[in-house]
């Protein structure tokens, strides 16, 4: 399979203990069974990728935003698809958020890149964009090969994104514990996608849940901590994490995950 590279892009009006794991679980072999081959990107709130999208206010942009995405998504000549675009509900507001796939990894995203440049719709569409933003930065991302690959799915739905940013040095132990603890999320098929930084700040991770609303958000947590064993990831996981961040947003109607 072709190396794939992914962004998310998210516009903002402003910036965004206990015991250890096992030592047996923190072995260095264990890193090519957790993470893909497959290359991925992430661009967050206030990050300065400069030309993925990121709006304020996406009530105010949202017809050229709708027409221009779904232009780049169906032309052939872009190595990237739309996976997913919505807007914050709760958590930072005034966000929009974008996730795209590339196929051909990094020549894939210089390729797109430079065709953009020249890309005069897009860039009346960008020169209007910065009018509404304060900042951007950029992240790379991979995947993680054990969680399932972001679809297109029906609606509607709810979709909370959850960051985790990691105590450098614990990449491999969240994945060894994180390969063991996704099948005690499966039933309800909250899990999209899960993803760890490559270039930008590191050893940030990015969960990407579906729920039906937040009603089933709730009972599908809970019914996590009826299943023995997921207790044991939290315990195993929580000392790992410096600070985590949770956002639920509501899919836009271009928006493949509705």
Known sequence: MAPRLCSISVAARRLLGGPGPRAGDVAAAAAARCYSTEQWGFWTAGKEEPWWLCEPCPSLHLPHREAVLPKLHLDEDYPCSLVGNWNTWYGEQDQAVHLWRFSGGYPALMDC???????????????????????????????????NEPQPRMGPNIYELRTYKLKPGTMIEWGNNWARAIKYRQENQEAVGGFFSQIGELYVVHHLWAYKDLQSREETRNAAWRK???????????????????????PLKISPLQ
Request: hydrophobic residues 40%.
């Open 228 to 250: 023995r064993g997921w207790d044991e990831n939290v315990y195993y996981t929580v000392p790992l994490v410096r600070h985590m961040e949770s956002r639920i947003m509501i």
């Open 113 to 147: 890149m430079n065709k953009l440049k020249n890309n005069k719709e897009y860039l009346e569409f960008r020169r209007e964009r910065s009018q509404m933003l304060l900042s951007r930065r950029n992240q790379l991302l991979l995947e993680f090969s054990f969680w």
